[in-house]
């Protein structure tokens, strides 16, 4: 079931204090830390459920439920926040009907509001991982931020489409 996870608890299983690296890495893999991953990630390495758990929860890079097939990383830091990150929170909330820390219904899109993505020349910006990669999009207006979750939607589209 975890056979992708194999690698990285052969080489991290047994090296003291490898633990967010083996919980960044799982994330990687699989989108996000499932019960029955951190359950075997407990019987691996040793580590009780109730620290990984702990480890887990505290730090907000980890999502304990599956996220969307793109991540919307929006900033707010200072130059965003000055320059209308509000706004561009409140049209992509609009846009698809979700709050910060919420997924879409149809599973396409989650929500992260972030404290800084590095960008502050492109402020206000927001990042976009999805299965081709990371794509950033800068000095966004609430019409720019609707265009660019419209196109990803399109694309999706155009890609389910071809598949069928």
Request: aromatic fraction near 8%.
């Amino acid at each position: 079931m975890f056979q992708e996870l194999e690698p990285v608890l052969k080489e991290y299983g047994d090296v003291r204090g490898s633990l967010i690296t083996i919980l960044q890495k799982t994330q990687d893999i699989y989108g996000y830390l499932s019960e029955d991953a951190i359950q075997y990630i407990a019987g691996r390495t040793g580590v009780a459920p109730a620290k990984i758990y702990g480890v887990a929860t505290f730090y907000t890079q980890f999502r304990m439920e599956k996220a969307g097939r793109y991540i919307l990383m929006l900033c707010k830091g200072t130059a965003c926040h000055v320059n209308g990150a509000d706004a561009i929170l409140e049209a992509v909330s609009e846009t698809l009907g979700i709050k910060d820390g919420e997924t879409t219904e149809d599973g396409l899109f989650t929500l992260d509001v972030v404290a800084c993505l590095g960008c502050c020349s492109l402020a206000p910006v927001m990042m976009v991982r999805g299965p081709a990669g990371v794509e950033t999009y800068g000095n966004l207006t609430k019409e720019r931020a609707r265009k660019a979750l419209e196109e990803i939607r399109a694309q999706e589209q155009r890609e389910q489409e071809a598949a069928s």
